[in-house]
């Protein structure tokens, strides 16, 4: 996939309306393309911040009926145009209600709704992957920070100890990387952590004078990848962190720094690499 092609189908993917297929094309292209990531991350951003707005004001509702023939119009239009467009978008989730009341807030359209009227059903959109990773990424970011860095003085205390958790992850994380990189890897503690209601397996290491965090998802199975998209590392920025995220198997697992985006990428392509050999 190029940039191109890939802005031409970036906000219908924001809006989950691609099929599987083309997401996994996204995905490779964001993991190897830094400029598209960065318009990317303002984009959903945006979207976010947009939704969230939704969300918050009551006044800002649409009138069940209105959305209803808008979507059917807004249905119209998108079959009436030709093109290799309209293959990528999947028939049952074309620009639900979500997507068409997104469209208007970001044109700064306000509908009200009478009080007569039914609350309005508003279509959930369908979570894709990247969703939820970036949810949970903000997590680990949040976790990092508030485990890993505020205890610092107690994990390096604890550096010298051995025990059963320590061991495991000595050989999951560490030695994988301790090969991969020239520079020092040093295992400082492996526990079980909880932050905001998300459990992980939080493994602290320190490469040279930074610390880094690895993150093993707890609570969230997802479902099975195959090994094509098992590849696939989304680098996001988060409370001020180098948060990358992949999957292995039916986990996510996230790897957390203040080292560049590139150096991080490093060592989660490392751990990933290691994982699926
Ligand atoms: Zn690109
Ligand atoms: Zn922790």
Redesign the pocket.
Same mark, same amino acid.
């Given at each position: 996939m190029q940039c191109r092609e890939f802005n031409e189908i970036s906000e219908a993917y924001l809006s989950d309306e691609l099929l599987v297929e083309t997401n996994i094309q996204v995905f490779r292209h964001l993991e190897n393309c830094p400029k598209c990531r960065e318009q990317f991350a303002a984009k959903r951003e945006l979207r976010n911040k947009v939704r969230a707005a939704v969300k918050r004001t009551p006044e800002f509702q649409i009138n069940p009926a209105f959305a209803t023939r808008l979507s059917a119009n807004l249905k119209q239009t998108a079959l009436r145009e030709s093109g290799w467009q309209k293959f990528l978008f999947a028939p049952k989730l074309l620009i639900p209600v979500m997507a068409s009341l997104l469209i208007f807030a970001a044109l700064g359209f306000v509908f009200l709704s009478s009080p007569n009227n039914q609350p309005p059903q508003l279509a959930q959109s369908q979570k894709t992957l990247i969703d939820g990773l970036t949810e949970i990424a903000l997590k680990a970011a949040g976790?990092h920070e508030d /485990?890993?860095l505020e205890n610092m003085p107690m994990w390096e205390k604890m550096a010298e100890r051995d025990y059963a958790e320590k061991a495991i992850y000595t050989e999951k994380v560490a030695k994988p990387l301790q090969a991969k990189f020239s520079d020092k890897i040093e295992m400082l503690h492996a $526990?079980d /952590?909880i932050f905001e209601g998300k459990e992980?397996t $939080?493994v602290?290491l320190r490469r040279g004078t930074q610390i880094v965090s690895v993150f093993f998802d707890k609570s969230d199975v997802l479902p099975e990848v195959n090994t094509a998209t098992n590849a696939s590392i989304i680098c996001e920025k988060e409370k001020g962190f180098q948060v990358a995220s992949f999957q292995h198997k039916n986990q996510a697992i996230f790897v957390v720094s203040e080292m560049s985006e590139t150096e991080n990428l490093s060592v989660a392509r490392a751990l990933s690499d290691s994982f699926a050999a």
């Open positions: 976790n /485990c890993a $526990h /952590c992980f $939080h602290i």
